[in-house]
């Protein structure tokens, strides 16, 4: 089981980013996929989750409205499109999986991570 993490970069506030999480050594249909981050001296923050069963997905608040979470279950692939970017949005994000239908905010339940990809917002 693997996870691969990518589509990091900078970017100025107000701009997007889409991050892509490849899955390989495993379908997603038998597992939840979650992004967490992790900005320098701060915990790991779950962002969202999209369950494996029917697809339902979680956003924590502060990026609901801006920050959408999908997957292509055919491609192994899940995406995390995050638009109207601000500052408090730089962080290390990871993909996560949990062999389990529903999603966990604890990210100490998640078994495979994948390597992170670096997100800055700055102008």
């Known amino acids: 089981v693997q996870l691969q993490a990518s589509g990091g970069g900078l970017v100025q506030p107000g701009g997007s980013l889409r991050l892509s999480c490849a899955a390989s050594?495993?379908?997603?249909?038998?597992?939840?996929i979650a992004w967490f981050r992790q900005a320098p001296g701060k915990e790991r923050e779950g962002v969202s989750c999209?369950?494996?069963?029917?697809?339902?997905?979680s956003l924590i608040d502060s990026v609901k409205g801006r920050f959408t979470i999908s997957k292509d279950n055919a491609k192994k692939m899940v995406y995390l499109q995050m638009n109207s970017l601000i500052p408090e949005d730089t962080s290390v994000y990871y993909c996560?999986?949990?062999?389990?239908?529903?999603?966990?905010?604890?990210?100490?339940?998640?078994?495979?991570w994948g390597q992170g990809t670096l997100v800055t917002v700055s102008s």
């Open positions: 999209i369950s494996s069963t029917d697809g339902s997905t």
């Open positions: 996560a999986a949990k062999p389990a239908p529903l999603c966990y905010s604890d990210y100490l339940l998640y078994d495979y």
């Open positions: 050594g495993f379908t997603l249909d038998y597992y939840a």
